[in-house]
């Protein structure tokens, strides 16, 4: 249980994309099973969505960073420029 706790305590602005994902596969897995009850599984899907969230958010930041590499006449390497998505 101390674990339980242990984990709704950690604030998910500091979680890893990683981490994150870990931990909501977690909480749909508890859920899909049904092996909590109410009250708790209430909690932990909030805190499901609010991890999505995140996941969501930190996925944003990575496409925004994504470089399209370009290529002088010959083919190598000339530069980079934003990805056009």
Request: proline letters at 4%; glycine letters at 8%; one cysteine or more.
């Amino acid at each position: 249980m101390a674990e339980k706790q242990a984990d709704a305590q950690v604030d998910i602005s500091k979680l890893s994309f990683e981490k994150a994902l870990v931990e909501l596969e977690t909480i749909v897995g508890k859920l899909e099973r049904g092996d909590v009850e109410l009250e708790e599984s209430i909690v932990m899907y909030e805190r499901g969505e609010a991890l999505k969230a995140h996941c969501n958010r930190l996925l944003a930041q990575a496409e925004a960073k994504v470089e399209k590499i370009t290529t002088d006449a010959g083919g190598k390497p000339a530069g980079s420029e934003p990805l056009d998505p």
